[in-house]
């Protein structure tokens, strides 16, 4: 029997598939393990830790696997592929395929038809393909430039809303303010700028959590930041959108990461400003799972 792998390589978590030819075996799961973000040990560390995982769930060794297909965000440069390569071929002696995280998410939504993702996690971007097989992307330029909506420009742009609400307060902190401060360990303002600015930039996007809670808890700043990002993501989803599509043309979209995943507020936002400005488009509701893609691919070799 053939057994095969899909990877889904994000930057805050790894998730892997075993499957044979029509089922999924087993699972697991790591770190982040996008080399650009977090380096060759640390993506290393993930993968390794959850091919383990899902094969020794399967009752497999991971040279049993006959093919693995890992989806990345920047998969498709050589110099991310032969990273991932070299860490992958030290466990598996099968072939190995490396694509972006944007092919194995739209295979994971629409197989081989039309449609356009919308990819949210630590990072975003859109990413479409119509019937005639032409493709355009927007976003996804990396967080210091772009990403928006994503986790990491959620956190970023909380922590810029909650200063500023503490400017107009006369430094009274708000419910964001100090949940931010708190997953942070500061105590003082001057702290938290620091932690802010310092370089290498830090886990802007660990702060997601920080702001679903103060959101939750009916704070203005962290619903306004929230729905910006909904707003932001549906502008990205617009632009494919109108470079494939015709007016008259329906149009699959699809949500996938764990900002649409666990952010009720920003889900709602997106579907509601990408269907006043693109009337054609239908949002799904359910979640993509890019990793479902990449087994699929792992199974059929491309």
Known sequence: MAYF???DGGGSKTHCLVGDETSVLASGTGGGSNV???????????????????????????????????????????????????IISEVITGEILIVGDT???????????????????????????????EIARAGGWGHAISDEGSGHWIGRAAIAAALRASDKRHGKDSALLSRIMKVWDVETHGQLVLAANASPAPDFAALLPAVLAAAESGDP?????????????AALAEIVIRRLFATDQAVPVAMSGGVFRHCPLTCQAFQESLCAACPQATVQAEIVEPVRGALELARKGS
């Open 5 to 7: 792998l899909g990877i």
């Open 36 to 86: 650009v973000r977090v380096g060759e040990a640390k993506a290393e560390k993930a993968l390794i830790s959850a091919i383990g995982q899902a094969c020794s769930a399967a009752k497999i060794a991971p040279r049993e696997l006959s093919r693995v297909c890992i989806g990345a965000s920047g998969g498709a440069r050589p110099e991310v592929a032969d990273s991932l390569r070299r």
């Open 103 to 133: 092919v194995t998410t739209l295979a994971a939504a629409f197989g081989r038809g039309p449609g356009v993702i919308v990819i949210a996690g630590t990072g975003s971007l859109a990413y479409g393909r119509n019937s005639q097989g």
């Open 221 to 233: 700043e962290a619903r306004k930041v929230l729905i910006q990002a909904g707003t932001e993501l």
